[in-house]
């Protein structure tokens, strides 16, 4: 009788076993499909000159195409503006989340209200956004340069903000944190909103202002969601495309040259190992952040 109840037992597992494989099966499909397949045939691309004739076959080239980028100064020149990009966007929205969200704690009338304002740039549409501020900083009918020009004589003459190289860059990148802002906003905003107020209380009898408060007990307990945004924010605007490429044609950060070398000069598989490249050096600020932001 107890063999018989470990076989059935050993059935019961083996058949739950069975149900679990099957449950997940559809998720791993669609993760091989969606995410694995082309992370390979991106990596078969890039060791092949890529031929748009469907009668002729890949050449493989080995790291030929890798070589090529390496030694490009183009490739260099768009790397250092993607750095340059990131590291401004991701300060600059870190801090302007914070400080936003260290404001709208605080309780005042009106308060919700406020806070879905300041939601209203993250969640509305890119591309409706990007055709707002082509038009308020356009160089001959833009608001901006009819108020610092005309109104105020701030400026002696009207600037192409967008579409010129001396200020494109900058254009972008004041537009990504005001874009992207409310995401740090709101998720620092609700881990304030969990630190007890004893914490504060417990300061403020050992005669703690409000700066040691902020620096010994606000700043540490906000130390995770920082970092963490800081990794997300980093990955994510070191391989930011849409906007960048929608708002203005000067700012050439390396997935927007990799869009050029592909869909332009069709040299899809010198853009392949441009994204690949881009992935390597990605993991490792990534893997660096996590050591020095997050300490693990």
Same mark, same amino acid.
């Given at each position: 009788?107890?063999?018989?109840?470990?076989?059935?037992?050993?059935?019961?597992?083996?058949?739950?076993?069975?149900?679990?494989?099957?449950?997940?099966?559809?998720?791993?499909?669609?993760?091989?499909?969606? %995410?694995?397949?082309?992370?390979?045939?991106?990596?078969?691309?890039?060791?092949?000159?890529?031929?748009?004739?469907?009668?002729?076959?890949?050449?493989?080239?080995?790291?030929?195409?890798?070589?090529?980028?390496?030694?490009?100064?183009?490739?260099?020149? +768009?790397?250092? =503006?993607?750095? %340059?990009? !990131?590291?401004? !966007?991701?300060?600059?929205?870190?801090?302007?989340? =914070?400080?936003?969200?260290?404001?709208?704690?605080?309780?005042?009338?009106?308060?919700? =209200?406020?806070?879905?304002?300041?939601?209203?740039?993250?969640?509305?549409? %890119?591309? +409706?956004?990007?055709?707002?501020?082509?038009?308020?900083?356009?160089?001959?009918?833009?608001?901006?340069?009819?108020?610092?020009?005309?109104?105020?004589?701030?400026?002696?003459?009207?600037?192409?903000?967008?579409? +010129?190289?001396?200020?494109?860059?900058?254009?972008?990148?004041?537009?990504?944190?005001?874009?992207?802002?409310?995401?740090?906003?709101?998720?620092?905003?609700?881990?304030?909103?969990?630190?007890?107020?004893?914490?504060?209380?417990?300061?403020?009898?050992?005669?703690?202002?409000?700066?040691?408060?902020?620096?010994?007990?606000?700043?540490?307990?906000?130390?995770?969601?920082?970092?963490?945004?800081?990794?997300?924010?980093?990955?994510?605007?070191?391989?930011?495309?849409?906007?960048?490429?929608?708002?203005?044609?000067?700012?050439?950060?390396?997935?927007?040259?990799?869009?050029? !070398?592909?869909?332009?000069?069709?040299?899809?598989?010198?853009?392949?190992?441009?994204?690949?490249?881009?992935?390597?050096?990605?993991?490792?600020?990534?893997?660096?952040?996590?050591?020095?932001?997050?300490?693990?």
């Amino acid at each position: 009788m107890r063999h018989k109840a470990q076989a059935g037992k050993s059935a019961l597992k083996a058949n739950e076993a069975r149900l679990g494989y099957l449950l997940i099966a559809p998720t791993v499909l669609l993760i091989a499909v969606v %995410i694995i397949y082309p992370v390979f045939y991106n990596l078969w691309l890039s060791f092949h000159q890529v031929t748009l004739n469907p009668f002729k076959s890949d050449i493989f080239i080995g790291f030929g195409n890798y070589t090529n980028i390496l030694t490009d100064p183009e490739f260099w020149d +768009s790397f250092r =503006l993607s750095v %340059i990009y !990131t590291a401004a !966007t991701v300060v600059g929205a870190t801090i302007a989340g =914070l400080g936003v969200a260290l404001l709208l704690n605080r309780k005042f009338k009106g308060r919700g =209200l406020v806070r879905g304002v300041m939601l209203l740039p993250y969640v509305a549409p %890119i591309i +409706s956004l990007v055709f707002v501020w082509q038009y308020l900083f356009h160089p001959e009918y833009g608001m901006v340069n009819y108020v610092l020009v005309d109104l105020l004589g701030v400026l002696p003459r009207k600037v192409d903000w967008v579409d +010129s190289p001396q200020y494109a860059l900058w254009m972008v990148i004041f537009f990504d944190i005001w874009h992207l802002f409310p995401f740090a906003f709101l998720m620092i905003l609700a881990k304030l909103q969990s630190i007890p107020d004893s914490l504060y209380e417990a300061a403020e009898v050992d005669g703690a202002g409000t700066w040691k408060k902020f620096w010994h007990i606000t700043l540490p307990e906000l130390q995770f969601i920082l970092g963490s945004l800081v990794i997300l924010r980093w990955i994510w605007n070191f391989n930011k495309f849409d906007e960048i490429y929608l708002l203005t044609t000067q700012v050439n950060v390396v997935p927007v040259y990799a869009y050029e !070398t592909a869909f332009r000069s069709f040299q899809h598989g010198l853009a392949a190992s441009i994204t690949a490249t881009l992935f390597v050096f990605s993991m490792i600020l990534v893997l660096f952040t996590i050591k020095k932001v997050l300490k693990w």
